[in-house]
Structures are given as C-alpha cells and as structure tokens.
T-cell receptor, first 114, second 112 residues
Framework: NAGVTQTPKFRVLKTGQSMTLLCAQDMNHEYMYWYRQDPGMGLRLIHY???????AKGEVPDGYNVSRLKKQNFLLGLESAAPSQTSVYFC?????????????FGPGTRLTVL | KQEVTQIPAALSVPEGENLVLNCSFT??????LQWFRQDPGKGLTSLLL?????REQTSGRLNASLDKSSGRSTLYIAASQPGDSATYLCAVTPYNNNDMRFGAGTRLTVKP
C-alpha cells in the first residue's frame, strides 16, 4: 500500500495563478483532510470531506476550494494564488471520525507564491 | 475555541536520557489525543492515539498519558537515541467536530 500520496511535491506560482493539488489514498478511508503548516505554527485545517461527493470548511478555508469526486481522491484548488498562501500543504485520511479518528498523512507539498 | 500548546518549543538532550514532552489543551471535550512525529521536510507519522476514555498508551520506548480534566498530555521517551531527533506534535479531536487542532510542536535533538 502506498498510503497517502500527494502531487506535486514542490511548486512555485506567481501571484494570481491557479493550481490544483492532488491527494490520493489507497486505504479505502471515508474521511480526507487538507491542512497547511506555517513556520512556528501547528497544522491548520483548510477543508475536509466525510465521504465521496461531500466537502466542508475547516478553520482556514478562504482562498481555497476542494472536490471529492472519487472516494480515493481529494483535490485542493487555489483559484488566484496570493503570497499569504505560501506554505506546506498536507493531506490526511482516516477510516472513522470521532474517538477512532486516527489520521494518516501524506508527505506534503511545498508551495511558494511569488 | 480549542487551543493546543506544547512546551518547550525545542529540547536538546544527550543520548540515553529519559525525557518528557508536554502538551496542554484548553477544552476537555475531546474524542482523542494523538501524538505525531515529523522529520524535516517530511509528513507526519502517527505515534500514539489515546481515546478520551483511556489514560495512557504505550508503544516500545514511548508512553503517552492523558489527563482530560486538567487538559494535559505527556509523551515519555525512554533511553533516547539520536534517531529520535525530530519534531513531535500533539493534536486533539474536539467533540462533534472534525477540526483536529494541533500544537506547534517540540523540536527534539538527541546528541550522540
């Protein structure tokens, strides 16, 4: 099993450009999450999904959109990138929520917006 | 709003020492608490998950405790090794909420 994979690993954008980050998991997990990690701060939840075709906002959703068309994939989109979106983005998945919400993480995507 | 704090931000110890990392949270209404390890430039690896009804979990040289009433968790690492050098993060899952909240982490260095 590959676990959770993320594409691409690195990306540099200019302000105003758009891009999509892809997350894939092969563990048949229902729940998927997108986080960002900034220096000196913990991870913050951007959006999450509780199943195919569903999405919900997390703590910092502004400037991002997501889609979960297939159970194994969760896409994070930036429509008009801003320098404040320079960060490391992590995708995670879990089989259940609540008490048994053990999350498994991908390797991350390092995004720089100039 | 749930806030998670980890102190100290960085810790350096000689090899072989036993050590404790601290995590505190402001709201005791949680489903669980999870400890992660993060190596530089890498993703997070789950170390231990403690359900709200449990008081501790053990895996090898790691032991994590949870005191929900006081809003505290500790990660005990026995006989530390240079390979334990990494950043350790704790995170809580609040009740009725999928928004897992993370601490900023403790950067551990174990010197040979």
């Amino acid at each position: 099993n590959a676990g959770v994979t993320q594409t691409p690993k690195f990306r540099v954008l200019k302000t105003g450009q758009s891009m999509t980050l892809l997350c894939a998991q092969d563990m048949n997990h229902e729940y998927m999450y997108w986080y960002r990690q900034d220096p000196g701060m913990g991870l913050r939840l951007i959006h999450y999904s509780v199943g195919e075709g569903t999405t919900a906002k997390g703590e910092v959703p502004d400037g991002y959109n997501v889609s979960r068309l297939k159970k194994q994939n969760f896409l994070l989109g930036l429509e008009s990138a801003a320098p404040s979106q320079t960060s490391v983005y992590f995708c995670a998945s879990s089989y259940m929520a609540g008490t048994y919400n053990e999350q498994f993480f991908g390797p991350g995507t390092r995004l720089t917006v100039l | 709003k749930q806030e998670v704090t980890q102190i100290p931000a960085a810790l350096s110890v000689p090899e072989g020492e036993n050590l404790v990392l601290n995590c505190s949270f402001t709201d005791s209404a949680i489903y669980n608490l999870q400890w992660f390890r993060q190596d530089p430039g890498k993703g997070l690896t789950s170390l231990l998950l403690i359900q709200s009804s449990q008081r501790e979990q053990t895996s090898g040289r790691l032991n994590a405790s949870l005191d929900k009433s006081s809003g505290r968790s500790t990660l005990y690492i026995a006989a530390s090794q240079p390979g334990d050098s990494a950043t350790y993060l704790c995170a809580v899952t609040p009740y009725n909420n999928n928004d897992m909240r993370f601490g900023a982490g403790t950067r551990l260095t174990v010197k040979p």
